[in-house]
């Protein structure tokens, strides 16, 4: 394959992809030498079908299962062309196009060593299967996104669990040396063949690679690095290699010295606090080691969460990139793929009940592939507006920026250790443990009962009444938040519907909606920037209600701007804040 750096890049959409990515000390740069970050959607379960994706018990788990389901169902001819569609259709021009327009500049592609490679030696690829790779990359670098190879499965399987569709539930990458063998040879190959492809960021070694049951075998995993970097840096001395630690990705004792002057760290985040503290490992990492970030999979939470935690890889400078574009019977991804009719007893055969007729299950499974293109599925939109902090977008009150004092937050007085849960505040609620600790904020539970906020809502389930917090403001207190994370798309679609150029900045206002809380009455100024005119927000009554103001507008739309709440003469309660236009 061949790529052409100065007029391909020019088909994007996105103006900052171009050119050859590569790592410059904590910063990512692009082939211009402008620092970027990347912003992207894995695609989960194409090339490597994870069972909960497919609303699947733990008998069809893992693609080795799913596979033999449906050749028990339906034949091995007809399973073979059940696999050809699937895969043409999970992933087609229409996916990519949607994710260009959306204001991403890149994807995640999971790669399962299984079927990309054909069996036995020498290592080959299976032709089909390449053929969808690059057909990929070909529809990236004309819609302007990046493309990161990431193996997901290698040979043998790096966590012994269904992510990699482990045969044994053993990381046999690690204990049979034949595995090891071909997986660098398997890189070897993806990077010679890559090489002069500019579109593609880089390569992500392993996903994943041991989870903490298997720590004993912690110590092979930088030799095995090593030992692939050498053999992608034989055929090609360009392309940015990306490395995760061990344990999900999150366990970064690994890494004592880059093994590579182009090198990304990767980390992992899920159902846990989004604050800084929580990610501080790896702002230690990126200080030490002089080597950029990437939060290269974080998701499968719900739409609040999103919000925070993909602000604070932002303001933190990380790259980061959303799991997963496209599941079944979602509303926590963007795509949801509709759920046919009588899929429960393709579920209920998983469980050891009766097996369907064929004609049944055929019809079962085609309804399926009927329902994978774009425009057959249940587009959430909401999503994505979480993700980039996009109008209309509800943002929790305590997912205030991450910038530190000063630039996402002001106070007339920092709480400190010495200050006691019963320090009178707003609504019965008592403060909310281990979140944020460090800012002094003082941050509670609008409801009481509850010490320790609850983070864990995988199947994207709305926050239960006694997990809402509210920040709790004295007067002059001020929270700034991020929004409309800055995209040539976002830049434009503004422009023109404003009726504004470049070189003006159009007019109008935004309403942004508050649930507020005080004692007789409250007053907030809201507004676009510290420095840009306030609007007033008042309200007359004691308790939580909701009220409505109209801010103006400042500068152009599509830069990233901060929506700041500043408390007048009255302490107030603020629990979200929604900006609706």
């Not at 429960?344 to 009940?353: A, Q």
């Not at 085609?366 to 209309?392: M, T």
């Amino acid at each position: 394959m061949r790529g052409n750096e100065t007029v391909n890049a020019e088909r994007g959409k996105n103006g900052d992809v171009y050119g050859y990515v590569r790592a410059d000390g904590k910063v990512l740069r692009n082939g211009r030498g402008e620092e970027i970050l990347l912003r992207g959607v894995g695609f989960g379960s194409w090339l490597l079908p994870e069972g909960y994706m497919w609303r699947f018990p733990e008998g069809g788990d893992r693609p080795r299962r799913i596979e033999r389901m449906i050749r028990e169902l339906v034949g091995e001819e007809k399973a073979a062309q059940f696999w050809a569609l699937y895969c043409d259709r999970y992933v087609a021009e229409a996916d990519i196009a949607r994710i260009a327009a959306e204001g991403f500049n890149s994807v995640r592609v999971p790669i399962l060593a299984r079927t990309l490679l054909e069996e036995g030696e020498p290592v080959r690829f299976e032709p089909d299967m390449i053929a969808r790779i690059d057909r990929v990359i070909r529809w990236c670098e004309q819609y302007g996104l990046y493309v990161i190879l990431d193996l997901h499965g290698a040979p043998g399987g790096q966590t012994g669990t269904n992510i990699d569709d482990s045969e044994r539930d053993l990381p046999e990458l690690f204990l049979d040396a034949a595995n090891r063998v071909r997986t660098v040879e398997l890189w070897r190959m993806l990077a010679e063949r890559y090489r002069d492809e500019w579109i593609i960021a880089g390569y992500d070694l392993l996903n994943e690679p041991l989870p903490d049951w298997f720590a004993a075998h912690n110590g092979s995993v930088m030799p095995f690095y090593e030992e692939v970097i050498a053999a992608i840096r034989e055929v090609d001395g360009r392309h940015m290699i990306i490395l995760e630690g061990v344990h999900w990705a999150t366990d970064w004792s690994i890494f004592d010295a880059l093994p590579d002057d182009n090198v990304l760290l990767q980390f992992h985040k899920y159902w846990n606090v989004p604050d800084t503290a929580s990610i501080q490992v790896y702002l230690d990492h990126r200080e030490r080691l002089n080597a950029p970030l990437f939060m290269g999979e974080g998701g499968e939470n719900n739409k609040d969460w999103y919000a925070g935690a993909f602000r604070l890889f932002e303001d933190h400078d990380i790259s980061w990139n959303f799991w997963t574009w496209k599941k079944m019977d979602t509303d926590n991804s963007p795509c949801s793929i509709r759920r046919p009719e009588g899929w429960e007893l393709l579920v209920r055969y998983l469980e050891g009940g009766d097996k369907p007729a064929p004609v049944e299950a055929e019809r079962i499974l085609w309804a399926y592939l009927d329902n994978l293109p774009l425009a057959r599925c249940d587009y959430e939109p909401a999503v994505v507006q979480s993700l980039f902090v996009r109008a209309p977008v509800r943002i929790p009150a305590v997912f205030y920026g991450y910038e530190g004092e000063g630039k996402s937050f002001g106070l007339a007085r920092r709480l400190s250790e010495g200050d006691t849960a019963s320090q009178p505040a707003f609504g019965s609620g008592g403060r909310a443990e281990g979140f944020r600790a460090g800012d002094g904020t003082d941050i509670r539970f609008v409801v009481p009962g509850r010490t320790t906020p609850n983070f864990q809502h995988g199947g994207g389930e709305e926050w239960q009444a006694d997990e809402w917090m509210y920040v709790a403001l004295q007067p002059g207190d001020w929270l700034a938040y991020g929004c409309e994370a800055d995209t040539a798309r976002e830049a434009a679609t503004a422009l023109e519907a404003a009726g504004g150029s470049v070189d003006g900045s159009p007019t109008g206002k935004s309403a942004v909606r508050l649930h507020v809380q005080s004692e007789g009455g409250g007053k907030l100024f809201l507004s676009f920037g510290r420095d840009a005119p306030a609007t007033a927000v008042e309200w007359t009554d004691g308790g939580w209600q909701t009220v409505t103001a109209e801010l103006e507008r400042v500068g152009l739309p599509g830069a990233a701007r901060h929506i700041v709440i500043k408390a007048a003469d009255r302490p107030v309660g603020v629990a979200w804040l929604e900006l609706l236009a």
